[in-house]
Nanobody, 114 residues
Framework: QVQLVESGGGLVQAGGSLRLSCVAS????????MGWYRQAPGKQRELVAWITSGGSTNCLDSVKGRFTISRDNAKNMVYLQMNSLKPEDTAVYYC????????WGKGTLVTVSS
């Protein structure tokens, strides 16, 4: 059974940092491109950052220089280090393979106060 469990969210002041974690119980994790997505209130879900099996990364322009995605294939884990957080980063954050039609996890809520 596939499970995606995100954690690490919380309430933080603008300028603060959080580190999100995701454990992905999914076959062939190490060869999958993994992504962190977010959905802000009233907005569509968007792909924030992604990482290939070889460790190459990319992210939205709006988070460049602030967010860093990483992975640990031995532990089936994906991380998102978020620094210099802004109120507009407030959202529920999810992780999942970028090319996958399965269910979403519950996500983890990040709230950034001004």
């Amino acid at each position: 059974q596939v499970q995606l469990v995100e954690s690490g969210g919380g309430l933080v002041q603008a300028g603060g940092s959080l580190r999100l974690s995701c454990v992905a119980s999914i076959s062939s994790f190490s060869i999958r491109v993994m992504g962190w997505y977010r959905q802000a209130p009233g907005k569509q879900r968007e792909l924030v950052a992604w990482i290939t099996s070889g460790g190459s990364t990319n992210c939205l322009d709006s988070v460049k220089g602030r967010f860093t995605i990483s992975r640990d294939n031995a532990k089936n884990m994906v991380y998102l280090q978020m620094n210099s957080l802004k109120p507009e980063d407030t959202a529920v954050y999810y992780c999942r393979p970028t090319s996958w039609g399965g269910s979403w996890g519950k996500g983890t809520l990040v709230t950034v106060s001004s």
